[in-house]
Protein backbone atom coordinates (compact mmCIF):
# COMPACT_ATOMS: atom_id res chain seq x y z
CA UNK A 1 0.00 0.00 0.00
CA UNK A 2 1.39 3.29 -0.97
CA UNK A 3 0.88 5.40 1.97
CA UNK A 4 -0.85 8.50 2.16
CA UNK A 5 1.43 12.03 2.23
CA UNK A 6 1.55 13.40 5.36
CA UNK A 7 -1.46 16.11 4.64
CA UNK A 8 -1.64 19.41 6.21
CA UNK A 9 -5.89 19.20 6.49
CA UNK A 10 -7.25 22.45 6.53
CA UNK A 11 -10.62 23.30 5.64
CA UNK A 12 -10.06 27.20 4.93
CA UNK A 13 -6.85 28.22 3.85
CA UNK A 14 -6.20 31.98 4.99
CA UNK A 15 -3.21 32.40 3.00
CA UNK A 16 -3.50 35.52 1.54
CA UNK A 17 -6.19 38.08 1.69
CA UNK A 18 -9.02 37.61 -0.40
CA UNK A 19 -8.41 40.07 -4.07
CA UNK A 20 -10.03 43.61 -3.61
CA UNK A 21 -12.23 44.61 -6.88
CA UNK A 22 -8.92 46.64 -8.02
CA UNK A 23 -7.04 43.22 -9.21
CA UNK A 24 -6.57 43.06 -12.62
CA UNK A 25 -5.72 39.82 -15.12
CA UNK A 26 -3.31 40.88 -17.34
CA UNK A 27 -2.40 38.98 -20.49
CA UNK A 28 1.77 39.00 -21.18
CA UNK A 29 2.58 39.43 -25.00
CA UNK A 30 3.44 36.11 -26.50
CA UNK A 31 3.01 34.06 -24.14
CA UNK A 32 0.50 31.08 -23.58
CA UNK A 33 -1.81 31.56 -20.55
CA UNK A 34 -2.46 27.82 -18.80
CA UNK A 35 -5.40 27.62 -15.88
CA UNK A 36 -4.94 24.46 -14.11
CA UNK A 37 -8.24 23.85 -12.45
CA UNK A 38 -7.31 21.75 -8.91
CA UNK A 39 -10.41 19.61 -7.37
CA UNK A 40 -10.63 18.21 -4.16
CA UNK A 41 -9.13 14.47 -5.52
CA UNK A 42 -5.82 13.15 -3.33
CA UNK A 43 -3.79 13.30 -7.09
CA UNK A 44 -4.24 17.62 -6.22
CA UNK A 45 -0.80 16.81 -4.18
CA UNK A 46 1.04 16.43 -7.48
CA UNK A 47 -0.07 20.07 -8.42
CA UNK A 48 3.82 21.61 -7.66
CA UNK A 49 5.14 18.86 -9.49
CA UNK A 50 2.95 19.02 -13.12
CA UNK A 51 3.70 22.80 -12.90
CA UNK A 52 7.64 22.13 -13.03
CA UNK A 53 6.96 19.59 -15.44
CA UNK A 54 4.72 21.24 -17.80
CA UNK A 55 7.51 24.51 -17.63
CA UNK A 56 10.46 21.98 -18.03
CA UNK A 57 8.43 20.39 -21.41
CA UNK A 58 7.28 24.17 -23.11
CA UNK A 59 9.56 26.42 -24.15
CA UNK A 60 11.54 28.35 -21.41
CA UNK A 61 9.52 31.75 -20.29
CA UNK A 62 7.00 31.12 -22.87
CA UNK A 63 4.09 29.80 -20.39
CA UNK A 64 2.15 31.84 -17.91
CA UNK A 65 0.28 29.41 -15.56
CA UNK A 66 -2.40 30.06 -13.02
CA UNK A 67 -4.41 27.92 -10.82
CA UNK A 68 -8.16 27.87 -9.56
CA UNK A 69 -8.80 25.61 -6.79
CA UNK A 70 -12.14 24.17 -5.38
CA UNK A 71 -12.41 24.39 -1.41
CA UNK A 72 -11.95 20.33 -0.94
CA UNK A 73 -8.67 20.65 -3.14
CA UNK A 74 -7.35 23.36 -0.80
CA UNK A 75 -6.82 20.29 1.58
CA UNK A 76 -4.36 19.11 -0.78
CA UNK A 77 -1.89 21.28 -1.52
CA UNK A 78 -0.57 24.95 -0.21
CA UNK A 79 -1.10 27.82 -2.31
CA UNK A 80 2.08 29.26 -0.17
CA UNK A 81 4.62 26.51 -1.84
CA UNK A 82 3.68 27.61 -5.38
CA UNK A 83 5.42 30.50 -7.41
CA UNK A 84 1.88 30.65 -9.45
CA UNK A 85 -1.16 32.84 -8.64
CA UNK A 86 -3.54 30.60 -6.81
CA UNK A 87 -7.48 31.59 -6.84
CA UNK A 88 -10.13 30.67 -4.83
CA UNK A 89 -13.84 31.11 -4.08
CA UNK A 90 -12.81 33.69 -1.80
CA UNK A 91 -11.52 36.11 -4.52
CA UNK A 92 -14.64 35.26 -6.60
CA UNK A 93 -16.74 36.82 -3.98
CA UNK A 94 -14.52 39.88 -3.29
CA UNK A 95 -13.33 41.20 -6.24
CA UNK A 96 -16.95 41.73 -7.32
CA UNK A 97 -18.36 44.17 -4.88
CA UNK A 98 -20.57 46.71 -7.13
CA UNK A 99 -21.72 46.68 -10.73
CA UNK A 100 -19.25 46.95 -12.98
CA UNK A 101 -16.41 44.80 -10.62
CA UNK A 102 -14.83 41.95 -12.40
CA UNK A 103 -16.79 38.74 -12.11
CA UNK A 104 -13.61 36.97 -11.59
CA UNK A 105 -14.60 33.45 -13.47
CA UNK A 106 -15.32 35.75 -16.24
CA UNK A 107 -11.61 37.18 -16.17
CA UNK A 108 -10.31 34.18 -16.10
CA UNK A 109 -12.43 32.82 -18.89
CA UNK A 110 -10.99 35.66 -21.03
CA UNK A 111 -7.29 35.38 -19.70
CA UNK A 112 -6.73 31.33 -20.10
CA UNK A 113 -5.66 30.29 -23.75
CA UNK A 114 -6.27 26.38 -22.28
CA UNK A 115 -8.23 25.52 -18.87
CA UNK A 116 -6.37 21.70 -17.44
CA UNK A 117 -8.24 20.58 -14.94
CA UNK A 118 -5.84 17.92 -13.36
CA UNK A 119 -6.97 15.97 -11.25
CA UNK A 120 -10.79 15.99 -12.09
CA UNK A 121 -12.76 14.28 -9.12
CA UNK A 122 -16.06 12.74 -9.05
CA UNK A 123 -17.74 15.55 -7.74
CA UNK A 124 -16.64 17.81 -9.84
CA UNK A 125 -16.80 15.68 -12.93
CA UNK A 126 -20.63 15.18 -12.07
CA UNK A 127 -21.22 18.49 -11.43
CA UNK A 128 -19.73 19.80 -14.62
CA UNK A 129 -21.73 16.93 -16.59
CA UNK A 130 -24.99 18.52 -15.11
CA UNK A 131 -24.31 21.82 -15.60
CA UNK A 132 -23.71 22.95 -11.90
CA UNK A 133 -21.28 26.00 -11.04
CA UNK A 134 -21.50 26.37 -7.12
CA UNK A 135 -17.86 27.29 -7.24
CA UNK A 136 -15.20 29.99 -8.87
CA UNK A 137 -13.92 26.83 -10.83
CA UNK A 138 -17.14 24.88 -12.21
CA UNK A 139 -18.45 28.84 -12.79
CA UNK A 140 -15.18 28.77 -14.80
CA UNK A 141 -16.21 25.45 -16.67
CA UNK A 142 -19.56 26.68 -17.24
CA UNK A 143 -18.78 29.91 -18.45
CA UNK A 144 -15.98 28.78 -21.13
CA UNK A 145 -14.94 29.56 -24.19
CA UNK A 146 -15.67 26.57 -26.75
CA UNK A 147 -13.18 28.21 -29.36
CA UNK A 148 -10.49 27.03 -26.79
CA UNK A 149 -9.57 23.99 -25.14
CA UNK A 150 -10.51 22.45 -21.81
CA UNK A 151 -8.40 19.01 -20.88
CA UNK A 152 -9.42 17.20 -17.84
CA UNK A 153 -7.61 14.48 -16.08
CA UNK A 154 -9.92 12.31 -13.86
CA UNK A 155 -8.77 11.13 -10.65
CA UNK A 156 -10.65 8.93 -8.48
CA UNK A 157 -10.85 5.30 -6.79
CA UNK A 158 -11.69 2.71 -9.12
CA UNK A 159 -15.01 1.78 -7.67
CA UNK A 160 -15.66 5.66 -8.22
CA UNK A 161 -14.59 5.15 -11.50
CA UNK A 162 -16.44 1.98 -12.69
CA UNK A 163 -19.76 3.63 -11.03
CA UNK A 164 -22.04 3.73 -14.22
CA UNK A 165 -22.46 7.15 -13.56
CA UNK A 166 -19.06 7.74 -14.20
CA UNK A 167 -19.25 6.55 -17.96
CA UNK A 168 -22.05 9.34 -18.15
CA UNK A 169 -20.41 12.09 -17.19
CA UNK A 170 -17.47 11.37 -19.26
CA UNK A 171 -19.61 10.95 -21.98
CA UNK A 172 -21.13 14.49 -21.59
CA UNK A 173 -17.84 15.70 -21.35
CA UNK A 174 -16.42 14.42 -24.02
CA UNK A 175 -19.60 14.47 -26.71
CA UNK A 176 -21.45 17.09 -25.63
CA UNK A 177 -18.76 19.44 -24.58
CA UNK A 178 -15.94 18.12 -26.78
CA UNK A 179 -13.62 18.62 -23.83
CA UNK A 180 -10.74 16.20 -24.00
CA UNK A 181 -10.14 13.86 -21.76
CA UNK A 182 -6.47 12.73 -20.29
CA UNK A 183 -7.27 9.48 -19.64
CA UNK A 184 -6.81 8.02 -15.86
CA UNK A 185 -4.56 5.18 -15.60
CA UNK A 186 -4.08 1.79 -13.78
CA UNK A 187 -1.90 1.83 -10.67
CA UNK A 188 -1.91 1.22 -6.88
CA UNK A 189 -4.16 4.28 -6.09
CA UNK A 190 -2.98 6.30 -2.83
CA UNK A 191 -5.58 4.45 -0.93
CA UNK A 192 -4.17 1.28 -1.36
CA UNK A 193 -6.40 0.14 -3.89
CA UNK A 194 -5.17 -1.67 -7.37
CA UNK A 195 -7.11 -0.76 -10.05
CA UNK A 196 -8.22 1.80 -12.96
CA UNK A 197 -8.69 5.38 -12.39
CA UNK A 198 -5.25 7.17 -10.86
CA UNK A 199 -4.68 10.68 -12.66
CA UNK A 200 -2.30 9.97 -15.92
CA UNK A 201 1.10 10.78 -14.66
CA UNK A 202 2.43 14.57 -14.70
CA UNK A 203 4.81 13.41 -17.33
CA UNK A 204 2.08 12.54 -19.96
CA UNK A 205 -0.04 15.39 -18.73
CA UNK A 206 2.71 18.02 -19.62
CA UNK A 207 3.48 16.56 -22.41
CA UNK A 208 -0.42 16.72 -24.19
CA UNK A 209 0.29 20.03 -22.58
CA UNK A 210 3.45 21.26 -24.38
CA UNK A 211 1.67 19.71 -27.62
CA UNK A 212 -0.98 22.29 -27.52
CA UNK A 213 1.52 24.72 -27.07
CA UNK A 214 3.68 23.93 -29.59
CA UNK A 215 0.53 23.85 -31.72
CA UNK A 216 1.50 20.11 -33.00
CA UNK A 217 -0.84 16.89 -32.45
CA UNK A 218 -2.93 18.63 -29.77
CA UNK A 219 -5.03 15.53 -29.62
CA UNK A 220 -2.83 12.59 -30.31
CA UNK A 221 -1.62 12.15 -26.43
CA UNK A 222 -4.90 11.96 -25.29
CA UNK A 223 -4.61 8.33 -23.99
CA UNK A 224 -1.67 6.01 -23.22
CA UNK A 225 -1.48 1.99 -24.03
CA UNK A 226 1.33 0.89 -23.09
CA UNK A 227 2.42 -2.74 -21.96
CA UNK A 228 4.61 -4.65 -24.67
CA UNK A 229 7.46 -2.85 -25.16
CA UNK A 230 10.65 -2.31 -27.37
CA UNK A 231 13.73 -1.04 -25.86
CA UNK A 232 16.02 1.34 -27.82
CA UNK A 233 18.89 2.97 -27.31
CA UNK A 234 18.82 6.73 -29.01
CA UNK A 235 22.58 6.24 -29.63
CA UNK A 236 23.47 9.60 -30.79
CA UNK A 237 22.08 11.11 -26.93
CA UNK A 238 22.82 7.88 -25.49
CA UNK A 239 19.55 7.90 -24.11
CA UNK A 240 17.37 5.28 -23.15
CA UNK A 241 14.19 5.17 -24.91
CA UNK A 242 11.48 2.04 -24.30
CA UNK A 243 9.30 2.05 -27.56
CA UNK A 244 5.20 1.06 -26.35
CA UNK A 245 2.64 -0.12 -28.54
CA UNK A 246 1.22 -2.89 -26.82
CA UNK A 247 -0.84 -2.98 -23.65
CA UNK A 248 -1.95 0.34 -21.09
CA UNK A 249 0.32 2.16 -19.60
CA UNK A 250 -1.04 0.77 -16.01
CA UNK A 251 2.65 -0.71 -15.40
CA UNK A 252 4.90 1.76 -16.98
CA UNK A 253 6.32 2.02 -13.30
CA UNK A 254 9.67 3.30 -14.86
CA UNK A 255 10.40 6.78 -14.92
CA UNK A 256 10.48 8.39 -18.00
CA UNK A 257 10.93 12.09 -19.04
CA UNK A 258 8.91 12.37 -22.40
CA UNK A 259 7.00 10.67 -24.72
CA UNK A 260 7.03 10.97 -28.70
CA UNK A 261 4.20 9.44 -30.58
CA UNK A 262 5.12 8.15 -34.02
CA UNK A 263 5.79 5.28 -36.24
CA UNK A 264 8.32 2.95 -36.80
CA UNK A 265 8.55 1.28 -40.21
CA UNK A 266 9.31 -2.19 -41.37
CA UNK A 267 7.24 -4.11 -39.05
CA UNK A 268 3.88 -5.39 -38.14
CA UNK A 269 1.93 -5.43 -34.96
CA UNK A 270 0.26 -8.44 -34.38
CA UNK A 271 -1.06 -10.63 -31.63
CA UNK A 272 1.15 -13.39 -32.22
CA UNK A 273 2.61 -13.00 -29.06
CA UNK A 274 1.23 -15.72 -26.32
CA UNK A 275 0.69 -14.99 -22.53
CA UNK A 276 1.33 -17.88 -20.18
CA UNK A 277 0.71 -14.64 -17.23
CA UNK A 278 -0.42 -11.46 -17.47
CA UNK A 279 -3.20 -12.61 -19.90
CA UNK A 280 -3.75 -16.28 -19.55
CA UNK A 281 -2.81 -18.79 -17.68
CA UNK A 282 0.49 -21.93 -18.79
CA UNK A 283 -2.53 -24.35 -19.94
CA UNK A 284 -4.39 -21.56 -21.48
CA UNK A 285 -2.03 -18.72 -22.62
CA UNK A 286 -4.17 -15.48 -24.20
CA UNK A 287 -2.80 -13.10 -26.59
CA UNK A 288 -0.32 -10.23 -26.30
CA UNK A 289 0.68 -7.76 -29.61
CA UNK A 290 4.39 -8.39 -30.68
CA UNK A 291 6.35 -6.90 -33.58
CA UNK A 292 6.51 -8.85 -36.71
CA UNK A 293 9.14 -7.36 -39.29
CA UNK A 294 6.91 -6.65 -42.61
CA UNK A 295 8.86 -4.93 -45.40
CA UNK A 296 5.67 -2.56 -45.99
CA UNK A 297 4.78 -2.55 -42.31
CA UNK A 298 4.21 0.08 -40.32
CA UNK A 299 3.34 0.65 -36.18
CA UNK A 300 2.63 3.36 -33.99
CA UNK A 301 3.59 4.08 -30.59
CA UNK A 302 4.65 5.68 -28.07
CA UNK A 303 8.54 6.63 -27.15
CA UNK A 304 9.38 6.48 -23.69
CA UNK A 305 12.64 8.87 -22.99
CA UNK A 306 14.34 7.68 -19.40
CA UNK A 307 16.19 9.01 -18.05
CA UNK A 308 20.11 8.47 -17.28
CA UNK A 309 20.39 7.40 -14.34
CA UNK A 310 17.35 4.90 -14.62
CA UNK A 311 18.78 3.35 -17.41
CA UNK A 312 19.96 0.03 -15.83
CA UNK A 313 17.74 -0.70 -13.75
CA UNK A 314 15.07 0.01 -16.22
CA UNK A 315 16.22 -2.39 -18.68
CA UNK A 316 16.44 -4.79 -15.47
CA UNK A 317 12.87 -4.41 -14.54
CA UNK A 318 11.68 -4.71 -18.51
CA UNK A 319 13.55 -7.80 -18.50
CA UNK A 320 12.12 -9.38 -15.77
CA UNK A 321 8.62 -8.27 -16.84
CA UNK A 322 8.64 -9.89 -20.08
CA UNK A 323 10.55 -12.57 -19.63
CA UNK A 324 11.18 -13.34 -22.71
CA UNK A 325 14.28 -14.07 -25.38
CA UNK A 326 14.34 -11.07 -27.89
CA UNK A 327 16.72 -10.38 -30.78
CA UNK A 328 17.70 -6.83 -31.04
CA UNK A 329 17.23 -5.14 -34.47
CA UNK A 330 17.95 -1.50 -35.45
CA UNK A 331 14.66 0.16 -36.64
CA UNK A 332 14.16 3.94 -37.55
CA UNK A 333 11.46 5.82 -35.57
CA UNK A 334 9.54 8.56 -37.01
CA UNK A 335 7.69 11.20 -34.59
CA UNK A 336 4.46 12.07 -35.21
CA UNK A 337 5.34 15.87 -35.59
CA UNK A 338 7.58 15.83 -38.39
CA UNK A 339 11.02 15.88 -36.28
CA UNK A 340 13.45 13.61 -37.60
CA UNK A 341 13.36 10.37 -37.57
CA UNK A 342 16.03 8.31 -35.89
CA UNK A 343 17.78 4.90 -35.62
CA UNK A 344 17.09 3.01 -32.84
CA UNK A 345 17.20 -0.76 -31.62
CA UNK A 346 14.07 -3.01 -31.09
CA UNK A 347 13.92 -5.92 -29.54
CA UNK A 348 11.42 -8.45 -31.15
CA UNK A 349 10.28 -11.99 -30.17
CA UNK A 350 10.70 -13.65 -33.01
CA UNK A 351 13.02 -16.28 -30.88
CA UNK A 352 10.88 -17.44 -28.07
CA UNK A 353 8.97 -20.12 -27.14
CA UNK A 354 5.66 -17.62 -26.86
CA UNK A 355 6.09 -16.61 -30.37
CA UNK A 356 3.22 -17.90 -32.38
CA UNK A 357 1.69 -16.65 -35.36
CA UNK A 358 -1.70 -17.64 -36.16
CA UNK A 359 -4.60 -16.97 -37.89
CA UNK A 360 -7.71 -13.86 -37.05
CA UNK A 361 -10.12 -17.26 -36.20
CA UNK A 362 -7.75 -18.75 -33.71
CA UNK A 363 -6.57 -15.59 -32.01
CA UNK A 364 -10.30 -14.60 -31.50
CA UNK A 365 -11.02 -17.45 -29.65
CA UNK A 366 -8.48 -17.00 -27.84
CA UNK A 367 -8.61 -13.99 -26.63
CA UNK A 368 -12.08 -14.48 -25.92
CA UNK A 369 -11.61 -16.85 -23.25
CA UNK A 370 -8.24 -16.28 -21.72
CA UNK A 371 -7.54 -14.55 -18.30
CA UNK A 372 -4.73 -14.47 -16.57
CA UNK A 373 -3.18 -12.18 -13.46
CA UNK A 374 -3.70 -8.74 -15.02
CA UNK A 375 -7.17 -9.37 -16.23
CA UNK A 376 -9.24 -10.94 -19.49
CA UNK A 377 -7.39 -10.98 -22.39
CA UNK A 378 -10.75 -9.40 -24.31
CA UNK A 379 -10.04 -6.29 -21.84
CA UNK A 380 -6.76 -6.18 -23.53
CA UNK A 381 -7.35 -6.42 -27.10
CA UNK A 382 -10.38 -4.03 -26.49
CA UNK A 383 -8.47 -1.08 -24.34
CA UNK A 384 -5.35 -1.38 -26.95
CA UNK A 385 -8.45 -0.91 -30.06
CA UNK A 386 -9.73 1.90 -28.20
CA UNK A 387 -6.19 3.85 -27.43
CA UNK A 388 -5.02 3.19 -31.20
CA UNK A 389 -8.33 5.36 -32.38
CA UNK A 390 -8.03 7.91 -30.20
CA UNK A 391 -4.42 8.36 -29.51
CA UNK A 392 -3.56 8.15 -33.20
CA UNK A 393 -6.77 8.97 -35.28
CA UNK A 394 -4.64 9.56 -38.49
CA UNK A 395 -2.89 6.07 -38.10
CA UNK A 396 -5.22 2.79 -38.99
CA UNK A 397 -3.82 -0.34 -37.90
CA UNK A 398 -6.01 -2.97 -40.04
CA UNK A 399 -5.33 -6.24 -37.90
CA UNK A 400 -6.11 -4.47 -34.83
CA UNK A 401 -9.86 -3.31 -35.80
CA UNK A 402 -10.56 -6.58 -37.39
CA UNK A 403 -9.94 -8.11 -34.46
CA UNK A 404 -11.62 -5.71 -32.62
CA UNK A 405 -14.90 -5.95 -34.69
CA UNK A 406 -14.31 -10.11 -34.61
CA UNK A 407 -13.71 -9.91 -31.23
CA UNK A 408 -17.48 -7.79 -31.57
CA UNK A 409 -19.16 -10.68 -33.19
CA UNK A 410 -17.88 -13.42 -30.61
CA UNK A 411 -18.83 -11.60 -28.04
CA UNK A 412 -22.41 -10.74 -29.32
CA UNK A 413 -22.78 -14.94 -30.23
CA UNK A 414 -21.50 -16.16 -26.87
CA UNK A 415 -23.21 -12.87 -24.84
CA UNK A 416 -19.64 -12.40 -23.04
CA UNK A 417 -20.51 -9.76 -20.30
CA UNK A 418 -17.39 -8.18 -19.67
CA UNK A 419 -17.25 -4.95 -18.09
CA UNK A 420 -14.74 -3.45 -20.15
CA UNK A 421 -17.74 -3.88 -22.59
CA UNK A 422 -19.81 -0.95 -20.76
CA UNK A 423 -16.62 0.81 -19.95
CA UNK A 424 -15.20 1.46 -23.58
CA UNK A 425 -19.10 1.94 -24.53
CA UNK A 426 -19.21 -0.50 -27.22
CA UNK A 427 -23.20 -0.94 -27.49
CA UNK A 428 -24.41 -4.04 -28.24
CA UNK A 429 -27.97 -4.76 -27.71
CA UNK A 430 -27.66 -7.77 -25.50
CA UNK A 431 -25.69 -5.90 -22.74
CA UNK A 432 -28.43 -2.84 -22.92
CA UNK A 433 -31.14 -5.34 -22.16
CA UNK A 434 -28.63 -6.63 -18.95
CA UNK A 435 -28.11 -3.19 -18.63
CA UNK A 436 -31.73 -1.95 -18.10
CA UNK A 437 -32.44 -5.07 -15.64
CA UNK A 438 -29.33 -4.63 -13.36
CA UNK A 439 -26.05 -2.93 -14.67
CA UNK A 440 -25.08 -1.26 -11.59
CA UNK A 441 -24.41 -4.80 -10.70
CA UNK A 442 -22.99 -5.97 -14.68
CA UNK A 443 -20.96 -3.29 -14.01
CA UNK A 444 -19.40 -4.15 -10.34
CA UNK A 445 -19.27 -7.70 -11.01
CA UNK A 446 -16.18 -8.96 -12.05
CA UNK A 447 -16.01 -10.73 -15.84
CA UNK A 448 -18.72 -13.22 -16.44
CA UNK A 449 -17.23 -15.63 -18.84
CA UNK A 450 -20.38 -18.27 -18.04
CA UNK A 451 -21.14 -18.93 -21.75
CA UNK A 452 -17.65 -17.82 -23.16
CA UNK A 453 -15.83 -20.70 -21.21
C1 LIG B 1 -8.16 11.96 1.56
C2 LIG B 1 -9.23 12.07 0.47
C3 LIG B 1 -8.88 11.77 -0.84
C4 LIG B 1 -9.84 11.87 -1.84
N1 LIG B 1 -9.50 11.56 -3.12
C5 LIG B 1 -10.44 11.60 -4.07
C6 LIG B 1 -10.09 11.25 -5.40
O1 LIG B 1 -8.95 10.92 -5.75
N2 LIG B 1 -11.07 11.32 -6.35
C7 LIG B 1 -12.36 11.69 -6.04
O2 LIG B 1 -13.18 11.69 -6.94
N3 LIG B 1 -12.69 12.05 -4.80
C8 LIG B 1 -11.77 12.01 -3.81
N4 LIG B 1 -12.11 12.38 -2.54
C9 LIG B 1 -13.46 12.86 -2.27
C10 LIG B 1 -13.60 14.35 -2.65
O3 LIG B 1 -12.67 15.12 -1.93
C11 LIG B 1 -15.03 14.81 -2.35
O4 LIG B 1 -15.91 14.15 -3.23
C12 LIG B 1 -15.18 16.28 -2.44
O5 LIG B 1 -16.53 16.62 -2.18
C13 LIG B 1 -14.79 16.85 -3.78
O6 LIG B 1 -15.00 18.23 -3.84
P1 LIG B 1 -14.70 19.13 -5.10
O7 LIG B 1 -15.06 18.33 -6.32
O8 LIG B 1 -15.57 20.32 -4.96
O9 LIG B 1 -13.27 19.50 -5.07
C14 LIG B 1 -11.16 12.29 -1.52
C15 LIG B 1 -11.49 12.59 -0.20
C16 LIG B 1 -10.54 12.47 0.79
C17 LIG B 1 -10.94 12.78 2.22
Not at 255 to 273: A, C, D, I, M, N
Not at 375 to 399: F, K, W
Request: charged letters at 25%; one cysteine or more; aromatic letters at 10%.
Amino acid sequence: MIPLPNLNLRSVKEYREPLSPSHRLLRSAGKYHLLIGVTGSVATIKLQELIAEIHKQSPPDKIVIKVVTTPNAMNFFNPIDLDEDVFDDRDEWSMWQSRGDPVLHIELRKWADTLLIAPLDANSLAKIAHGLCDNLLTSLVRAWDFNKPLYFAPAMNTAMWENPLTYQHMKTLKELLQFREIPPIEKELMCGDKGYGAMATVQMIASIIASVHNNCCPLVLSFIFIRSFNIRYFQKLHKMWVFGYGSLLWYTDFPYTEVVPGLVKGFSRRFYQLSPDHRGTPEQPGRAVTLVPEEKGTCWGLAYKVPEHAVESTIEYLNFRERAGYTCEQVEFHPDDGSPSFNLYVYISLDNPYYNPSDMDEIVNTIIRSRGRSGTNLEYALRLADVQRRLAPHYYDHHLFELERRLLDACISLRVEDKILQVLGYKLDYLACNASSDKAQILAEDMIFSKAG
